[in-house]
């Protein structure tokens, strides 16, 4: 079976220029999440989906990130302009259901804004 | 507010048991996780322990749960060059939510 797909695996960008990072979740998983992960801050949650509904978005730094579901097969999280200490590896995981079920994670993207 | 902690690092001995602790806050988790982090990798879903389980056992990974003191550790018996990583443990919260701790950074000396 297909795990977490996300694109693309890397990312180097210069300041001020969009950026939009990709997720397939797992075929039959209603959650997605989005995460972000530092040396400083370690792992973050940024954002959830239940159902491609948006649940809790407390986690997204500012308005320039935003993230969407438009079906249960895909999502974007994008960021717009980026900024250098916008880079991290971002991580997009899925589950069955939530904090009931285990999340699995894809390889993440590595972003790197100059 | 939910919370969990964990050491940042654990070093030992090729051959050793390794014994990673986490503590938790939230009394309502359903269930709690180990994942393992490999150098440039994503999260892998190493084993999960429900609630009203005292322990379980996956070839060299054992879990232990003490709900009354919210304590939750993975020993990896002998451990080997590979078991090197950063162990996550993560709580199962009522939010619909896995809450994540800090890793700890599992290193092997020869």
């Known amino acids: 079976d297909a795990g977490v797909i996300q694109s693309p695996r890397h990312e180097v960008t210069e300041m001020g220029q969009e950026v939009t990072l990709r997720c397939k979740p797992i075929s039959g998983h209603n959650s997605l999440f989005w995460y972000r992960q530092t040396m400083m801050r370690g792992l973050e949650l940024l954002i959830y989906?239940?159902?491609?509904?948006?649940?809790?978005d407390s986690g997204m730094p500012e308005d320039r990130f935003s993230a969407k579901m438009p079906n249960a097969s895909f999502s974007t999280l994008k960021i717009q302009p980026s900024e250098p200490r916008d880079s991290a590896v971002y991580f997009c995981?899925?589950?069955?259901?939530?904090?009931?079920?285990?999340?699995?994670f894809g390889d993440g993207t590595r972003l790197s804004i100059l | 507010g939910e919370d969990v902690e964990q050491s940042l690092f654990l070093s030992v001995r090729e051959g050793d048991s390794s014994v990673i602790n986490c503590t938790y806050t939230d009394s309502s988790s359903t269930y709690l996780y180990w994942y393992k982090q490999e150098p440039g990798a994503g999260l892998q879903l190493l084993t999960y322990?429900?609630?009203?389980?005292d322990m379980k056992q996956d070839q060299r990974l054992t879990v232990l749960l003490n709900k009354k003191d919210k304590h939750l550790s993975l020993r990896i018996a002998d451990t080997q060059t590979g078991d090197s990583a950063i162990y996550f443990c993560?709580?199962?919260?009522?939010?619909?939510?896995?809450?994540f701790g800090s890793g700890t950074r599992l290193s092997i000396r020869p």
């Open positions: 989906f239940n159902n491609n509904v948006p649940i809790d």
């Open positions: 322990i429900f609630s009203n389980m």
């Open positions: 995981a899925s589950s069955r259901d939530g904090g009931n079920q285990p999340q699995h």
């Open positions: 993560a709580e199962g919260s009522s939010a619909s939510k896995i809450i």
